[in-house]
């Protein structure tokens, strides 16, 4: 047996439970709709119907009163199947309306779920412990997803999943220290010598230097090696003779180099045996000794030496025996004058003002060693 559906079914039709209570309130309800559902035999035509819309062009059988129907138990009978049948419809209806919400929810997280894991797992330099709660985080909202039948609720993944990768982040490395001053580290490089008194020698000349402590018998206790520009520092015992003198080009301390001389607080520089460096020492609270002029460029050729670096030395009076001794005896009297700096061996006999040899009771004395 076939089954024919007619009709325009732009109209909507009921399929509620109380729609096939009984075929009277059924018969009822599609005749004052205008429209009907036909379940017989129809004349000529051997097959049943379904109308949903308005009336049919010929009248169904099963369009008879209710006391017609009682008495015609084949109608009964036929009644029976119509509802099983429509049963049977709206299960099938209901069931293809699930199985596309279902379909079209299935797709709709299909096609989230690829980016989001792909973005979790493209993440760099994430810590283990943020890939999986990145993971969890995107698996969560698909396992809560409502039934298909309801509707469907964007995924968000919870705060805490969002606040992971920012919490176990990297902290930003510290910032690069800044580069030394090198003009600081040369000046605290060197160090020589022993005891509680401390000289703090510059070297101001244009070359470097070596600058030796000697003992009352010239003995070499100490040395110190200076660049342009770099100090350093010679320390010495107290109650002790001494002096410091600069070596030459090639490192060897010439009897005839200039002198800063201590005992006992006593500090003086002197140029009796020779000049080859400008010897100045201040403690800073007035005490002074020695000068800062460079003089040996504008000296003769024929009270100068040179050393292997063109450097001169300038010849000092000493006991006066040479020629050369008297001229640059002089020589260094008349640019300096004997009171800062001792030209000659009795120069500490000369009144106040004019004598060489100075006292002081710090501990500390800057120093100064310049060309000559």
Known sequence: MSTKVSGPVDQLFGLHNSDFGSPQERLTDQRQAGGGIDFGTS???GAQSVNFGGPSPHNSDSRVNASARAANPTDQDLAASVRNLVEQIMQA???????????????????GSPQ??????SAPAQPIATNAGSQQAA??????????????????PPADAQAAPQATAAPAPAPAPAPADKSTAVGDAA?????????????TQDHAIKIGQFDKNEKLVGELSLEPGQKGTMKYEADTTGLLKQADADGNYKPDASRLEFYNGFINTSDIDGRNAAIHATDGKGFEVGDKQSIADKAPDSITSLDSAGDKTIAGWYDGSTE?????GDFLTNELGTGMTYQHPNDDTLGQGSNPMRHTDSMSLDVVFGKA
């Open 139 to 156: 698996a969560t909202p698909s396992a809560a997803q409502p039934s298909s039948a309801g509707p469907q609720v964007a995924s968000t």
């Open 43 to 45: 004349p000529g035509a």
């Open 191 to 203: 160090s020589a010598g022993s005891g509680p008194y401390s000289l703090n020698i510059t070297n």
């Open 93 to 111: 209806l209901a069931q293809f309306m699930q199985q596309s919400r279902s379909d079209t929810g299935a797709s709709s997280q299909g096609s």
């Open 116 to 121: 989001g894991k792909s973005a979790a797992v």
């Open 324 to 328: 050369k001794m008297k001229q640059g």
